[in-house]
């Protein structure tokens, strides 16, 4: 049946939310929108907004309606290459299959699980006992950075050289100002990635193993190597933030409630606590998907040409599935969200983050700090519009 969406009013326009307001109070704003204005051209994004949980599903579930391969997006500048990410049907299947034996279960848990204990070990044992300190710095983000490197395969990376690199590439994937200092950084970024690349293919090539740039590199019919290459860029921005944000969130949750840190604690709650807190303030908060034919949302006409933006944030405090979706509860019935995403770009990474996070590190820190606490909860800024977490996280460890 052919949809006749000519007839259909335009979704509704606001010239009055700001990006600043998106980044500094997003939850509030999505709020209003999920009662008043779900399907919103915002003028400041410049995209629809989607708010409500069915539509954000519905778009990332349909490819071929709305698609990934957005050619106006910094991205491709950024990564010197069009990426996985921004790839459709076939092309992206082939690439991100490429990658796929090191994110396989038997892999995690055979190769990444041992190293990231060990990791977390050795990053625990370095905290000071008694003292406060900021976690954003001394272990969520190092953390995520050792523990991806040895995925991709690059563990001549330090942890410095990885967070910037991520930050460089995240910064540049959304500079839709086109400012050419920025770029210039990822060009000088992408150099230093490249350089460091080729001598670990060639590593690898000598000696294989299980990680991402091992099995592309050795593959029998490899992917062009600027594929190989951009797809371990995307999984450097998209590695690194996302876990350590997670972990910062999900502990100030439970240190917030120290009723619900006990519970945790006691019972041994860490996969709740984590399926909760990346529900609670997902680490990426929107996608974007350019629409391919005209169609409709909500009754309103969706231009062909026109991007979507789909909130996976406010899906996942959506009134119509979560009650008090605002609260952290590990307590809450066990309902799906979306904070990895839907459809063929789901996150490629969510059994490797689980497991960094819900077996290996929360309950090896609270096991070594059971009685930590937030010196001054109120003073804890979550930060973001496109990636969202605290931006500093000082805990008293203890
Ligand atoms: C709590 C941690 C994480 C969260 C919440 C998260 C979230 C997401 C989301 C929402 C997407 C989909 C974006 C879209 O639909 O456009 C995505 C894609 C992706 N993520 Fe994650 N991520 C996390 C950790 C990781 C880790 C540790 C890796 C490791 C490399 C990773 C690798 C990827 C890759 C490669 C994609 C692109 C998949 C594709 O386009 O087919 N992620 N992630």
Redesign the pocket.
């Known amino acids: 049946m052919t949809l006749d969406t000519s007839v259909a009013p335009e979704a509704p326009f606001d010239d009055q939310i700001t990006i600043q307001q998106l980044t500094l109070d997003p939850y509030s704003v999505y709020k209003r929108l999920r009662a008043e204005a779900p399907v919103l051209r915002v003028k400041a994004v410049g995209r629809t907004l989607l708010t409500k949980a069915t539509d954000t599903k519905y778009v990332?579930d349909n490819p071929a309606l709305f698609s990934?391969n957005d050619p106006n997006t910094p991205m491709q500048r950024a990564f010197r290459a069009h990426?996985?990410?921004r790839?459709d049907g076939a092309e992206?299947a082939a690439e991100?299959g490429a990658?796929a034996p090191a994110?396989s279960a038997r892999n995690i848990k055979q190769c990444w699980e041992p190293i990231y204990t060990q990791i977390a070990e050795d990053y625990v044992s370095r905290l000071p006992r008694g003292e406060t300190v900021d976690l954003f710095t001394t272990l969520a983000g190092p953390f995520?950075a050792r523990?991806?490197t040895h995925?991709?395969g690059i563990p001549e990376a330090s942890d410095a050289e990885m967070q910037r690199w991520s930050q460089i590439l995240i910064d540049g994937a959304g500079n839709f100002g086109w400012a050419d200092a920025l770029f210039a950084q990822c060009d000088a970024a992408n150099d230093e990635m490249d350089a460091l690349f080729d001598a670990a293919s060639d590593r690898l090539r000598a000696e294989p193993d299980q990680s991402?740039l091992s099995v592309m590199v050795n593959a029998a019919d490899p992917i062009p190597k600027s594929q190989i290459y951009s797809?371990i860029k995307?999984?450097?921005g998209?590695?690194?933030n996302?876990?350590r944000?997670?972990l910062l969130t999900i502990l100030y949750g439970l240190l917030q409630d120290l009723d619900q840190f006990e519970a945790v604690k006691r019972d041994g709650l860490w996969a709740d606590a984590f399926e909760e807190g990346?529900r609670w303030v997902?680490?990426?908060q929107v996608?974007?998907?350019l629409v391919t034919e005209d169609t409709m949302i909500r009754g309103f006409h969706i231009p062909k040409g026109d991007t979507v933006m789909?909130i996976?944030a406010s899906a996942n405090h959506d009134e119509e599935i979560y009650e008090d979706g605002h609260l952290y509860n590990v307590f809450r019935p066990k309902l799906p969200h979306?904070?990895?995403?839907?459809?063929?770009?789901?996150?490629?990474?969510?059994h490797?983050?689980?497991r960094?996070?819900a077996n290996i590190m929360l309950p090896l820190l609270c096991d070594r700090f059971p009685n930590m606490r937030l010196p001054e909860p109120d003073k804890v800024q979550f930060y973001g519009f496109g990636f969202r977490g605290p931006r500093s996280l000082p805990v008293t460890l203890n």
């Open positions: 990332k990934s990426t996985l990410m790839k992206h991100r990658m994110f995520a523990c991806l995925l991709l991402a797809n995307i999984a450097i998209g590695g690194i996302e876990p944000d997670a990346v997902a680490p990426i996608s974007s998907r789909t996976q979306q904070a990895f995403g839907n459809g063929p770009h789901f996150c490629q990474g969510t490797v983050a689980r960094m996070l």
